[in-house]
């Protein structure tokens, strides 16, 4: 049998690894040909929600290009459901929520998860695939801003003006429903690391759109207590993500995560100084490179690989999720490379 390959495990606790690890966020996914085949039986949600099915998908990119570390299928929104949120994926548009938040009474209506029944699928899941993989599996969730941004603008938006004036004016309701995600999602966590997980990451997709001064008010005491839930009940590292997010990297710093996701606009190496090279940190190519000739790839992604300081904690990864129709060639000869450095 081949041997155990904890290097990402290594690198995220920032001790000595051969090489850096190398994994995608979204590196199963519909640019893929086995997996478009996948989706043609099944909808997202049943891939979820179907265990086999579930570890099937998230097997595709290691039997395919050898990633040091794979990430269970799922998507954010799946724990919503079971805590009473109405939504549908709408194709070109993303998650469509049919009862946005609107008062501090839906927040209290929010129901709490019962592991045992609501989300046992996702454990399932784990436990197939902690028995298949020679590499960590991460779990992961939506952080709680993420999620409640979803929640109270009904889905996608470009100016969050519903999810802001419902911060800004009703504070309270705001706080009651970032606790509870907060508790939630963290025992969620939990639950993914006693099913199998070896790492977990908080996706804080939208968070970047906020001033450091609303952050630290209204979302950063929230991170720092599910974080610290998370870290008092298990040693796996937490890996903090968040997009167009390098103005809030010192304050990410805090919640307590082992790594912090830089995304693709922010420059790595400085990045990782700023952080004062006390956390490990994970990225960042530009998604949209993969797109380009392997020329232009190769010479960009050794740029990223040189310009990182010769110390442990660099995992190597896009600086943000692979795209549709990225050309898997061009996937498979990045794996390579990455894992050709010693």
């Known amino acids: 049998m081949t041997a155990f390959n904890d290097r990402f495990l290594k690198a995220c606790r920032q001790e000595e690894t051969d090489r850096p690890p190398v994994w995608f966020m ?76 609107k008062s501090k009474k839906d927040v209290e209506n929010l ?98 759109i906020l001033n450091r001064e609303d952050y630290r008010e209204f979302v950063l005491p929230h991170m720092q207590k599910m974080v610290e839930e998370i870290k008092s009940a298990t040693n796996v590292p937490v890996v903090m993500f968040g997009t167009n997010s390098s103005h809030l990297l010192q ?19 400085s990045a990782w100084k700023e952080l004062n090279y006390e956390v490990a940190v994970q990225g960042n190519l530009d998604p949209t490179l993969l797109f380009a000739d392997w020329e232009l790839i190769e010479i960009r992604a050794k740029k990223l690989l040189d310009s990182m300081p010769d110390r442990p904690g660099f995992i190597f990864n896009l600086g943000h999720g692979i795209l549709p129709k990225t050309p898997e060639e061009n996937v498979r000869k990045l794996v390579n490379l990455v894992q050709g450095r010693s």
């Open 26 to 101: 979204r590196q199963a996914g519909r640019y893929q040909e086995k997996y478009r085949a996948i989706r043609k039986k099944h909808t997202l949600v049943e891939i979820c929600k179907i265990p086999e099915v579930c570890a099937e998908v998230t097997l595709l990119p290691i039997e395919q290009f050898g990633f040091d570390a794979a990430i269970v299928f799922s998507d954010i929104m799946i724990p919503l459901e079971p805590m009473g949120v109405d939504f549908e994926y709408k194709e070109g548009v993303g998650p469509v929520i049919n009862n946005p938040i």
């Open 251 to 269: 304050d990410m710093k805090t919640t307590g995560a082992d790594v912090i996701g830089i995304d693709w606009k922010t420059d790595m190496p």
């Open 111 to 208: 129901k709490d998860l019962d592991f045992g029944k609501d989300l046992l699928y996702t454990g399932e899941s784990l436990g197939i695939l902690r028995k298949a993989l020679n590499v960590p599996c991460l779990g992961f969730v939506g952080a709680p801003f993420t999620l409640a941004s979803y929640m109270l603008e009904g889905g996608p938006s470009k100016s969050y003006i519903k999810m802001k004036s419902f911060m800004y004016r009703e504070t309270e309701a705001w706080h009651l429903l970032m606790d509870k995600l907060a508790k939630n999602m963290a025992q969620y966590l939990l639950f993914q690391v006693e099913s199998g997980a070896m790492a977990v990451q908080i996706f804080d997709s939208w968070v970047g």
